[in-house]
């Protein structure tokens, strides 16, 4: 099976920068996603990471370590509006997405 | 394009009635998926469907059945609906099973209430 760690909740202020962590194990493993979720709205896909290293996307970063089982992502900037819970979800082969129970992000002003 | 659609968005049912959940994508994808949502829980997985013909058990099938019924429609049933099953439903689809299932695209949810 498949099983991952993430915080449950982290603080910050505006213009800040946060790393949000998540450690995983599985059997099998093609890459790590990451994902949004306002409260009350739907997932939306943040990004993906197969290979080792960083992916940068605007003011969100992630990367991934598969020797270490663990990745990040890095939000920069911080608005008020990316308040919102972040989920990591691990692709183990070919099958579907395992997530974890999610970050929830408080932005203050 | 409207992405994923599901209806209805909110229900309240009675222990035992049955009710189906209706899900459409419009975007030509060829998996869909079928998760719920509980506070803390994160999103689990109850059923998918890698392709049009395909129906598979997630992590929380139970209780639950599925029907592809095309490519564009995935539609998920509770045959006897219990207090346990109150939950946030989500479908969901992405471009491929192989290739292109770790990026999933959502719909809005159905917020279900079994009393």
Same mark, same amino acid.
């Given at each position: 099976g498949q099983s991952l760690e993430q915080p449950s909740e982290v603080?910050?202020?505006?213009?800040?920068?946060?790393?949000i962590n998540c450690t995983y194990q599985t059997?099998?493993? @093609?890459?790590l996603s990451w994902y949004q979720q306002?409260d !009350?709205?739907?997932p939306? /896909? %943040? *990004? @993906?990471?197969?290979?080792?290293?960083?992916?940068?996307? !605007?003011?969100?970063?992630? /990367? %991934? *370590?598969?020797?270490?089982?663990?990745g990040y992502l890095?939000?920069?900037?911080?608005?008020?509006?990316? *308040?919102a819970s972040y989920f990591c979800a691990v692709?183990?082969?070919?099958?579907?997405l395992t997530f974890g129970k999610g970050t929830m992000l408080l932005?203050?002003? | 394009?409207?992405?994923?659609?599901?209806?209805?968005?909110?229900?309240?049912?009675?222990?035992?009635?049955?009710?189906?959940?209706?899900?459409?994508?419009?975007?030509?994808?060829?998996?869909?998926?079928?998760y719920r949502q509980d506070p803390g829980m994160g999103l689990r997985l109850?059923?998918?469907?890698?392709?049009?013909?395909?129906?598979?058990?997630g992590e929380v099938?139970?209780?639950?059945?599925?029907?592809?019924?095309?490519?564009?429609?995935?539609?998920?049933?509770?045959?006897?609906?219990?207090?346990?099953?109150?939950s946030v439903?989500f479908?969901?689809?992405?471009?491929?099973?192989?290739?292109?299932?770790?990026?999933?695209?959502?719909?809005?949810?159905?917020?279900?209430?079994?009393?």
């Amino acid at each position: 099976g498949q099983s991952l760690e993430q915080p449950s909740e982290v603080t910050a202020v505006e213009g800040a920068i946060v790393q949000i962590n998540c450690t995983y194990q599985t059997s099998g493993f @093609y890459g790590l996603s990451w994902y949004q979720q306002h409260d !009350g709205g739907a997932p939306t /896909f %943040l *990004s @993906y990471n197969a290979l080792d290293g960083l992916e940068e996307t !605007g003011r969100f970063s992630s /990367f %991934l *370590s598969r020797s270490d089982s663990y990745g990040y992502l890095l939000l920069q900037e911080l608005q008020m509006k990316d *308040s919102a819970s972040y989920f990591c979800a691990v692709r183990p082969g070919y099958s579907t997405l395992t997530f974890g129970k999610g970050t929830m992000l408080l932005v203050s002003p | 394009n409207a992405g994923v659609t599901q209806t209805p968005k909110f229900q309240v049912l009675k222990t035992g009635q049955s009710m189906t959940l209706q899900c459409a994508q419009d975007m030509n994808h060829n998996s869909m998926y079928w998760y719920r949502q509980d506070p803390g829980m994160g999103l689990r997985l109850i059923y998918y469907s890698a392709s049009e013909g395909t129906t598979d058990k997630g992590e929380v099938p139970n209780g639950y059945n599925v029907s592809r019924l095309n490519k564009r429609e995935f539609s998920l049933r509770l045959e006897s609906a219990a207090p346990s099953q109150t939950s946030v439903y989500f479908c969901a689809s992405s471009p491929g099973h192989s290739t292109g299932g770790e990026t999933q695209y959502f719909g809005p949810g159905t917020r279900l209430l079994v009393l």
